[in-house]
């Protein structure tokens, strides 16, 4: 919080509710209004809540059976080697799964984060002041793509884009000893690389849209006064606009991570299913947690199949939960620098 | 702001989203199934037109029967089915409503009888059974062969393959198309220097059960990979390699984009997709290619069926010319009905779909039932009873 804003609240405070303190009859429009807001408010806790205790209701039955960490220690997922006695091993690891989320996500990340916040740079300071808003809205159009669009895209149009670049890595820093391990061939199209290449781009114009608004917030006579001391366009970004857009990129970011660790449909498309366990290049087939539910949840027919699926999309629930708060973190940190 | 007199520099060199969309239009003319080739010239087995079976042996229609039926299971069989109930209606003027939601949840919804019936390409075993409301009447509907898909640009005639070979493929124990195994069915063959892409369903499956079955049946090599034929055969497989498709399409997708890939899928996919597809061996050690005709053959020779019809035809007959890789798919029935209008609707249904519903199986690539078994699966409709009477006189 910035001195400002806490003033702010604690002026509020001293002085609370002031059409009471005047002694009017408080209208019938906001006791309803305030029902209302506080039925709806806690409409919401009580889904997320009720969906929890599913998700924990309906994995109970694997999580009793396998013992409660077991799937979070093993990256072997075997459905078919499951039996309803036997109880160890676990047949239904899913370290594999959160690598693969976790990867992917990342990959998206880094491809996107400069990326968007060059494109919302260009829309805010660089391009012609003509193009700005077809740009502007170009970039919203991108954000309201369905995500299965992008998988079909990913995987009838990027798949052959990429493959001379990546046969290119993999025959070449691929072959390497050791370093070469994760870049190793060969390619077959689908891997985890090309889901978070898509996943790169399905995040793009949610992080350049949030960015945008973030650099128009930009007080425009700091701008001015870095361009009258001589400072050129790019000096006058770095000193005028990214140390106070530092905090909104961030934030930004976690928005579009947020997006990229749940994504199900695009990323099942084009990440290779893999599940049986850790494949050690990026160019090599994966899974993901959301990618696992949607493939195997209407034939689940194994024992404690279904229900370790649920285990599944519990901890996936618990990774996003994670990485929401990680993102408070940052951005309050942020904040401070 | 003082930013207009060198935008336009600035404008090309940072304008990140452009180039991004520019691959996605250069690259959009060349997706996948373009690189598929058409097997070459049908075997001797497979010319000719398929004469339809023609069966007159069904049931006597029952008059009352009410005038929709719902009806969930395999996408294995959804092309098929969404074709006779579309024949279905306009004849008959009854509505069926297929829900193609996977085997598994076909027969889940069967043990919870929120379905008029269900369909699954693998039987209900006892422990199924035990499961549900009572008692299954349990048919056969179609044959259906499962074909080895491949893309290898320059091989447009079918390849030879034996169990033993595609199972350590799919094992991964073969890994280049160049191998000596491959090499060595194809001997006249210039089988190119290229990785094997390996392709499955990543999704749980009937296909996979058939496919599983032929393999455990076969490859010792497979069963001892898997560890074990408990684990080396099932709608869910614990694959040692390669890419899952999500669904029948996703395979022949993941088959059509990669030089060098295999899989496995349904005969009328592949047919769509032309995808080129091996010439499996069978018991009789003959190469056969897939189709409708070898297909059928698959059933012949085959007396001693259980009177509840649940048998497994994969890779059993020792017929010559018979295509090892055909499986049959199940509807599910409970036996004793309740509701009149209802029990009337399902024997009239399923008694089209065994006399008329047949001659129209193969112009979908499906295979019709064997007269044998076909008169079968017609007596399993006699076993359907409303209060303890049969609903078909």
């Known amino acids: 919080m910035s001195p400002a804003s806490a003033g702010g609240i604690a002026a509020i405070e001293r002085h609370p509710l002031p059409i009471a303190l005047r002694g009017e009859r408080r209208r019938l429009g906001d006791s309803v209004f305030g029902a209302a807001v506080a039925l709806t408010g806690g409409v919401v806790l009580l889904v997320l809540a009720a969906m929890v205790v599913f998700l924990v209701l309906q994995g109970l039955p694997a999580m009793r059976h396998y013992g409660f960490f077991s799937s979070i220690t093993s990256q072997r997922w075997a459905p078919s080697e499951a039996s309803a006695t036997l109880s160890t091993p676990n047949p239904y690891g899913i370290v594999q799964f959160i690598y693969g989320t976790v990867l992917t996500s990342l990959i998206g990340m880094v491809i996107a984060v400069p990326l968007a916040v060059g494109a919302a740079l260009v829309i805010t300071d660089v391009a012609p002041r003509r193009l700005r808003r077809p740009l502007s809205s170009l970039v919203d159009l991108l954000a309201a793509v369905p995500s299965v669009v992008y998988g079909f895209w990913g995987l009838f149009a990027l798949i052959p884009a990429i493959r001379p670049v990546v046969d290119f890595i993999t025959s070449t820093l691929g072959t390497v000893p050791v370093i070469g391990v994760p870049f190793g061939g060969p390619f077959f199209g689908v891997s985890y690389f090309t889901a978070g290449l898509v996943l790169a781009i399905m995040i793009l114009p949610i992080i350049a849209a949030v960015c945008r608004e973030v650099f128009r917030s930009t007080p425009r006579n700091e701008k001015e006064a870095a361009v009258a001391l001589g400072a050129t366009r790019w000096e006058m970004i770095r000193i005028a606009v990214l140390p106070r857009a530092r905090s909104g990129i961030v934030g930004a970011s976690l928005i579009g991570l947020g997006r990229a660790v749940g994504e199900t449909i695009a990323v099942t498309m084009v990440i290779g299913n893999a599940v049986l366990h850790i494949n050690p290049s990026i160019f090599d087939q994966g899974a993901t947690m959301s990618s696992v539910i949607a493939n195997e949840f209407t034939e689940a027919t194994e024992p404690f199949h279904l229900e370790s699926l649920f285990v599944v999309g519990f901890w996936l629930l618990i990774v996003a939960l994670v990485v929401n708060m990680l993102a408070r973190v940052v951005v309050r940190r942020g904040v401070s620098l | ?393």
């Open chain 2, 1 to 393: 702001m003082g930013d207009r007199s060198t935008g336009r520099s600035w404008f090309s060199v940072m304008l990140p989203a452009i180039p991004v969309l520019a691959v996605g239009l250069s690259a959009c003319g060349s997706g996948a199934g373009s690189s598929g080739v058409p097997s070459a010239t049908p075997s001797p087995l497979c010319a000719g037109v398929n004469t339809p079976p023609g069966h007159t042996n069904g049931v006597a229609s029952v008059s009352g029967g009410a005038s929709s039926l719902s009806g969930a299971g395999g996408t294995f069989v959804a092309p098929m089915m969404s074709i006779w109930s579309a024949a279905y209606n306009t004849s008959d003027h009854v509505q069926v409503a297929y829900q193609s939601v996977g085997s598994g949840a076909g027969i889940a919804q069967v043990q919870a009888a929120t379905v008029d019936f269900g369909e699954s390409d693998a039987f209900m075993t006892d422990s199924d059974i035990a499961k549900a409301k009572g008692p299954v009447v349990q048919t056969p509907l179609v044959q259906a062969p499962v074909v080895v898909a491949y893309n290898l640009p320059e091989i447009t005639s079918g390849l030879h393959f034996d169990g033993e070979t595609v199972g350590k493929i799919f094992a991964g124990q073969i890994t280049t198309w160049n191998d000596p195994a491959i090499k060595k069915l194809n001997p006249n063959v210039n089988v190119p220097n290229l990785p094997i892409a390996v392709v499955h369903r990543s999704d749980g499956s009937g296909t996979t059960f058939i496919f599983s079955d032929f393999l455990t049946k076969e490859s010792p090599t497979w069963v001892s990979a898997l560890g074990g034929k408990d684990k080396s055969v099932g709608k869910t497989i614990a694959w040692p390699v390669g890419i899952g498709g999500k669904g029948n399409e996703g395979v022949s997708a993941a088959v059509g984009q990669n030089s060098g890939g295999i899989g496995y899928l349904e005969l009328s996919y592949a047919v769509a997709q032309n995808l080129t597809y091996a010439d499996v061996k069978n018991k009789a050690g003959s190469f056969i290619q897939p189709c409708v005709k070898t297909a059928a053959n698959a059933t012949a020779g085959i007396t001693d069926y259980p009177p509840d019809l649940r048998i497994d035809v994969v890779d059993v007959s020792t017929d010559a010319d018979a295509y090892p890789i055909t499986g049959l798919t199940w509807a599910l029935v409970y036996q004793k009905q309740t509701d009149a209008a209802k029990a009337a609707a399902l024997v009239n249904f399923f008694n089209y779909v065994l006399t008329k519903g047949q001659d129209v199986a193969a112009t979908a690539d499906y295979t019709p039932l064997g007269a044998d078994l076909q008169k079968l699966c017609v007596g399993q409709l006699r076993k359907i009873t409303l209060n303890g009477t049969p609903v078909a006189a």
